[in-house]
Nanobody, 124 residues
């Protein structure tokens, strides 16, 4: 099993940037496809981005394409989400997720491991 913990959230003004980090422990990160999801108050959890085991393949939600970048450092067991040009609608709790089946997936139900989340608040 893998345990995940997110960090890097906070309060930022619209147009600003944040970098979220996800630290993995328990198993080597290279065994997992990794993803970021987010959930705003009163809304369903949404897919944000995913990255393949090697880091070569990535997938993004249309709402963040061109603004967010997902990356990973398997040697350090870390996954990152660089968020630029932030908007108020990006405000949410952001979750890191892992799946061991080797596919880039958008559905949250396909991911078996989750972190507790980190709050991102974008003020307009």
């Amino acid at each position: 099993q893998v345990q995940l913990v997110e960090s890097g959230g906070g309060l930022v003004e619209a147009g600003g940037s944040l970098r979220l980090s996800c630290t993995a422990s328990g198993r080597t990160l290279s065994a997992y496809t990794m993803a970021w999801f987010r959930q705003a108050p009163g809304k369903e959890r949404d897919f944000v981005a995913a990255i393949s085991r090697s880091g070569v393949g990535t997938l993004y939600a249309d709402s963040v394409k061109g603004r967010f970048t997902i990356s990973r450092d398997n040697a350090r067991n870390m996954v990152y989400l660089q968020m630029n040009s932030l908007k108020s609608e990006d405000t949410a709790v952001y979750y890191c997720a892992a799946d061991g089946r080797g596919r880039l997936l958008r559905a949250g139900d396909d991911y078996g491991y989750w972190g507790p989340g980190t709050q991102v608040t974008v003020s307009s």
